[in-house]
């Protein structure tokens, strides 16, 4: 690589400077296209709506309601229901083309939660594989050399036909922006200054190359990034697994990433994906990456033009997402329901296994106070306060006898999962016609421990109906999908692997099926949270107006013929059980049968 390389990292060039740098990255990126080749299982119709969700809209709080679209000439138009119309906006030349190509799919009504989840993976030639970071279905992150400088280079892709025979390199054309066209960002108003988050704590991205279709001639629709960024010596999740920092080290992580996330609050910025894998380490100070999932409140071009938000109107309201990592995840971003975590802090402050024991291991009060004088001993009064935790903790907290059947230990769980095929598949097998699909949904997804959170969601929604005569007229936030979220990411954190939200073998082989473990968190709190029905009973954004009754949840086993029963005893005025075989024989199901697993 030439010396001109070695403006990469130099935040102020004049302008020939620039251009012989930007240069030196467009011809580099010309010979580095034809180097990547991908394969997708989606179709044009996924294509066709995945492009509405990459649109801005007039107003952009239609990103989260909108259910369907529909293309009639060169307008696209967005429904809340089948004939509940939102909003009408010009189509962009990349769905033009699809629609010519595949004329079948203008003037018919598309299901926003019909696109397929992308199995195809990366076809990638042995001098690639080398140099492989990581991996993911729509991202690969690999190490380059320019000049002297080692960077990560982050191919990221948006369109799932890119880099696939179907879409080459021939059919691309793409913009570099550097680092140093920008100044750093300082405020979150809505305007469009040229200006990127720089700070100590904040991955920088040198260099963002956007890739657009031949064709795009105001390039309204960027259908993937290859992008620059320093290259870092590891990430705090491999560090704390391991066991190899130290709590001085531990503290002076937790007071970077506090100082980078209120940065990017300051500069409009909501991460909503603020899981151990995407803090890095560099020379000891801690980076926050990734930035795939955030809600951008200024709107500036300049961000999505280096790479840390994406365009359209989905990544300016954070309920709009519809994603997130299984016990990381902002429960507003998939759900709309009520409450944040920060759940990286309880990790920095814990050893590996105690951290992941603390936020769900269910337990009862004789235990809390046992953990309440561990803890103590760690000189800490109040593990929320997360202030007086740094500045007055003397030891690492560590928990005896802690097992690691909580711990999420495969990185494949933590992966962040769309939430939106989710509606489709809960719609399509289970929750249809009262039910009758479960029995089967249950035994096909004996490996990939589904069947109990279903099983166990179909038993609380019963009871939410039918127990507590609650019905949910108004935000739809007690409806299977929803219930079925919470369970799964926020109360006892699982892969949706056997959806194929995730659809890798490993992820279904990894976890167990347990839904003594489940029922028990479910009626149980943890030391750090809310029993999971506590959880669900009151995620609702309207509060006490409208969510099910003040109640208890309990399970015990039947030794006699091994089944579960559930029962909800309501506080308030009511006090009432329901059965699992009742709900089994009402809502026309068979009943699991329970030992130890399903």
Same mark, same amino acid.
């Given at each position: 690589m030439l010396t001109e390389f070695g403006f990469l990292a130099v935040l102020t060039l004049n302008s020939d400077e620039r251009e012989i740098l930007r240069n030196e990255i467009d011809e580099w990126v010309e010979c580095f296209l034809p180097k990547l080749e991908r394969e997708s299982t989606r179709e044009d119709k996924c294509r066709l709506v995945a492009s509405v969700k990459r649109h801005?809209?007039?107003?952009?709080?239609?990103?989260?309601?909108?259910?369907?679209?529909?293309?009639?000439?060169?307008?696209g138009i967005i429904f809340w229901e089948e004939n509940i119309e939102l909003e009408r906006f010009k189509t962009t030349p990349f769905q033009r083309k699809i629609l010519r190509r595949n004329p079948t799919l203008e003037n018919v009504i598309l299901g926003r939660f019909e696109i397929k989840e992308e199995t195809g993976e990366w076809k990638l030639n042995d001098e690639l594989k080398n140099k492989m970071i990581s991996e993911g279905g729509e991202a690969l992150i690999i190490l380059e050399q320019f000049g002297k400088l080692e960077t990560a280079v982050r191919i990221h892709v948006f369109d799932a036909f890119l880099f696939t025979t179907k879409f080459g390199q021939n059919e691309l054309k793409w913009r570099t922006h550097l680092i140093s066209d920008f100044e750093k960002a300082e405020d979150l108003n809505k305007d469009e200054k040229a200006v990127v988050p720089i700070h100590a704590n904040i991955v920088k991205n040198f260099a963002n190359v956007e890739l657009f279709q031949i064709g795009d001639e105001n390039e309204e629709d960027c259908l993937g990034w290859i992008t620059i960024l320093e290259k870092c010596d590891g990430n705090v999740r491999t560090e704390l697994k391991n066991e190899s920092l130290k709590l001085e080290e531990r503290k002076k992580l937790a007071i970077g990433l506090e100082a980078g996330f209120d940065y990017l609050v300051k500069v409009g910025i909501n991460h909503c994906d603020q899981k151990l894998e995407n803090f890095l380490?560099?020379?000891?100070?801690?980076?926050?990456?990734?930035?795939?999932?955030?809600?951008?409140?200024?709107?500036?071009?300049?961000?999505?033009?280096?790479?840390?938000?994406?365009?359209?109107?989905?990544?300016?309201?954070?309920?709009?997402l519809f994603s997130g990592s299984p016990a990381f995840a902002n429960h507003y971003q998939l759900t709309q329901n009520a409450g944040y975590e920060h759940n990286y802090f309880y990790f920095l402050m814990c050893d590996w296994k105690t951290?992941?024991?603390?936020?769900?291991?269910?337990?009862? =009060?004789?235990?809390?106070?046992?953990?309440?004088?561990?803890?103590?001993?760690?000189?800490?009064?109040?593990?929320?306060?997360?202030?007086?935790?740094?500045?007055?903790?003397?030891?690492?907290?560590?928990l005896q006898d802690v097992s690691d059947r909580f711990c999420l230990d495969d990185s494949n769980l933590t992966k962040s999962c769309q939430m939106s095929s989710l509606k489709l598949q809960m719609t399509q097998y289970v929750f249809m016609n009262s039910f009758?699909?479960?029995t089967w949904i249950v035994s096909d997804q004996k490996s990939s421990n589904l069947c109990v959170p279903i099983s166990v969601t179909t038993l609380l929604q019963y009871a939410i109906r039918h127990d507590l005569h609650f019905i949910d007229c108004f935000t739809g936030q007690y409806s299977p999908e929803h219930i079925l979220i919470t369970l799964t990411m926020i109360v006892y954190p699982r892969s949706l692997a056997g959806l194929n939200l995730n659809p890798k073998k490993e992820e279904?082989?990894?976890?167990?099926?347990?839904?003594?473990?489940?029922?028990?968190?479910?009626?149980?709190?943890?030391?750090?949270?809310?029993?999971?029905?506590?959880?669900?009973?009151?995620?609702?954004?309207?509060?006490?107006?409208?969510?099910?009754?003040?109640?208890?949840?309990?399970?015990?086993?039947?030794?006699?013929?091994?089944?579960?029963?559930?029962?909800?005893?309501?506080?308030?005025?009511?006090?009432?059980?329901?059965?699992?075989?009742?709900?089994?024989?009402?809502?026309?199901?068979?009943?699991?049968?329970?030992?130890? =697993?399903?």
């Open positions: 801005e809209f007039g107003d952009y709080n239609h990103a989260r309601p909108w259910g369907y679209c529909k293309f009639v000439g060169n307008t380490i560099l020379g000891g100070v801690v980076k926050i990456c990734d930035f795939g999932l955030v809600d951008e409140k200024t709107g500036r071009r300049s961000y999505r033009q280096m790479g840390y938000s994406r365009r359209g109107s989905k990544y300016r309201n954070s309920d709009a951290g992941w024991s603390l936020l769900y291991r269910p337990i009862d =009060e004789t235990e809390r106070e046992k953990i309440n004088r561990e803890i103590k001993n760690c000189n800490i009064q109040d593990i929320d306060d997360h202030s007086h935790v740094i500045n007055n903790i003397t030891k690492i907290i560590s009758k699909n479960l279904k082989d990894f976890q167990k099926n347990d839904v003594e473990t489940l029922l028990e968190r479910v009626c149980k709190n943890t030391y750090l949270k809310k029993s999971g029905w506590e959880i669900i009973r009151t995620q609702s954004l309207l509060g006490a107006l409208d969510q099910p009754s003040e109640s208890t949840c309990e399970y015990k086993k039947d030794y006699w013929d091994c089944y579960e029963a559930l029962l909800f005893s309501i506080v308030s005025r009511i006090v009432d059980t329901i059965h699992f075989f009742d709900c089994l024989a009402q809502s026309r199901m068979q009943a699991p049968r329970v030992h130890n =697993e399903v």
